[in-house]
Nanobody
Framework: QVQLVESGGGLVQAGGSLRLSCAAS????????MGWFRQAPGKEREFVAA???????YYTDSVKGRFTVSRDNAKNMVYLQMNSLKPEDTAVYYC????????????????WGKGTLVTVSS
């Protein structure tokens, strides 16, 4: 069992930065690929970034060069550094854990946090 709690969301102006954190419980955290997803109002949940258990990182095209995903297995933490934020980044951001894959597919994620709201004003 893995429990996930996101934090760090808020209101920021376009061009600004935020750092999201995801605290994970469970002794086997390091065995999971971790993904960040987001869901804007009226839209489906979509993949943002992922980091494998070995540290490999993956990003959706719209955030490449602006977002950085990282993890600290000793602290059971995953982070999403978001720079050069745009109004279209506004969404609820979720972290999720994937035991068998790369952490990139909504349908494959085994555990989810409750999300943290990011609002980017123009």
């Amino acid at each position: 069992q893995v429990q996930l709690v996101e934090s760090g969301g808020g209101l920021v102006q376009a061009g600004g930065s935020l750092r999201l954190s995801c605290a994970a419980s469970g002794r086997t955290f390091s065995n999971y690929a971790m993904g960040w997803f987001r869901q804007a109002p009226g839209k489906e949940r979509e993949f943002v970034a992922a980091i494998s258990w070995s540290g490999g990182t993956y990003y959706t095209d719209s955030v490449k060069g602006r977002f950085t995903v990282s993890r600290d297995n000793a602290k059971n933490m995953v982070y999403l550094q978001m720079n050069s934020l745009k109004p279209e980044d506004t969404a609820v951001y979720y972290c999720a854990a994937d035991r068998v894959g790369l952490g990139m597919r909504v349908e494959a994620m085994e555990y989810w946090g409750k999300g943290t709201l990011v609002t980017v004003s123009s």
